[in-house]
């Protein structure tokens, strides 16, 4: 069974506008990754987050992790074309155990 | 980004046939992974090799054979596939086995 489950499975918005995409664990987490995906090509780090209720920012994008460290969520802030991919959430169960992902949610910005 | 690289990038094969995947990092990382990504499923994690010690083999068929002859290379070698074999192989490495993996392009694979 997928213990990491993401949401939406697909999103597909209007450039300019804000979205936030989801991911949880029925685990406590050490670390929670965020990677994106350009179809059919290798994943780009975003993020790490171990810290309960740590929340870190790449130019449109933050990441958060509540407080029992079992959910995060992404969030886009005017998305833009460029924004457009696979996002994929990946749990670290225990410091150096090995990443497990979930299957991704498929983001369509339309200009 | 060119810190993994992955070639060949596209693969067909037969099932009799036999080919290499390879892998190569410029990021003095030690650790190295191969993943495969199938349609609609997770990320699978294959083997992980550190110190060119293999560390994890995640119960793969027998027809994919990894090799790590140095930190920086890892090649995956492959015969007498099947047709699920088909997906985008991906190669990742890290500094240590507990630091942020960064992955390479992938190589999509197609078995006939």
């Known amino acids: 069974s997928q213990e990491l489950e993401q949401s939406p499975q697909s999103l597909i918005v209007q450039e300019g506008k804000n979205l936030t995409i989801n991911c949880t664990s029925s685990k406590t987490l050490y670390g929670l990754y965020w990677y994106k995906q350009k179809y059919g090509e290798g994943l780009i780090f975003l993020m790490m987050l171990q810290k309960g209720g740590e929340e870190k920012s790449h130019e449109k994008i933050t990441a958060k992790l509540d407080e029992k460290k079992q959910q995060s969520s992404l969030h886009i802030t005017a998305s833009q074309p460029s924004h457009a991919g696979i996002y994929l959430c990946?749990?670290?169960?225990?410091?150096?155990?090995?990443?497990?992902f979930g299957e991704g949610t498929q983001l369509t910005v339309n200009p | 980004e060119t810190g993994v690289t992955q070639t060949p990038r596209h693969l067909v094969m037969g099932m009799t046939n036999k080919k290499s995947l390879k892998c190569e990092q410029h990021?003095?990382?030690?650790?190295m992974y191969w993943y495969k990504q199938s349609a609609k499923k997770p990320l699978e994690l294959m083997f992980v090799y550190n110190f060119k010690e293999q560390t994890e083999n995640n119960s793969v068929p027998s027809r994919f054979s990894p090799e790590c002859p140095n930190s920086s290379h890892l090649f995956l070698h492959l015969h007498t596939l099947q047709p699920e074999d088909s997906a985008l192989y991906l190669c990742a490495s890290s500094r240590t086995e507990q630091e942020t993996q960064y992955f390479g392009p992938g190589t999509r694979l197609l078995v006939l």
């Open positions: 990946g749990e670290e169960e225990t410091s150096g155990s090995r990443l497990t």
């Open positions: 990021l003095g990382h030690n650790a």
